[in-house]
Nanobody, 128 residues
Framework: AVQLVESGGGSVQAGGSLRVSCSAS????????MGWFRQAPGKEREGVAA???????SYADSVKGRFTISKDNTRNTLYLQMDNLKPEDTAMYYC??????????????????????WGQGTQVTVSS
């Protein structure tokens, strides 16, 4: 079975940086699309960024210019580099992957409905 495991969360002061990672296992081909989502207490899940198998990226307006999504296909690992962090970025961050239906290209966006496989999350806390 596909397994996604996030790591790298933690606490940082506003203006600082963190990189979270997501390791995929249990499957021997690349995902059509992978993404990062976040959910703060009392708020709905929010799509943050997505990247397709060719490296095409898509970002939520709230993180454009501050976050960078990337992946290492040789290690089956997805990354989210977060710079200039703000207190409102505090949330549980989840990675997700689409291995079963071709939502690549312009279809690869941080929209929860296109992703079937999800990780358990890693907490990011930004203090002011």
């Amino acid at each position: 079975a596909v397994q996604l495991v996030e790591s790298g969360g933690g606490s940082v002061q506003a203006g600082g940086s963190l990189r979270v990672s997501c390791s995929a296992s249990g499957i021997d081909y690349d995902a059509y699309c992978m993404g990062w989502f976040r959910q703060a207490p009392g708020k709905e899940r929010e799509g943050v960024a997505a990247i397709d198998s060719d490296g095409l990226t898509s970002y939520a307006d709230s993180v454009k210019g501050r976050f960078t999504i990337s992946k290492d296909n040789t290690r089956n690992t997805l990354y989210l580099q977060m710079d200039n962090l703000k207190p409102e970025d505090t949330a549980m961050y989840y990675c997700a992957a689409d291995f079963y239906q071709d939502y690549s290209g312009s279809y690869c966006t941080p929209t929860a409905s296109i992703f079937y496989s999800w990780g358990q999350g890693t907490q990011v806390t930004v203090s002011s």
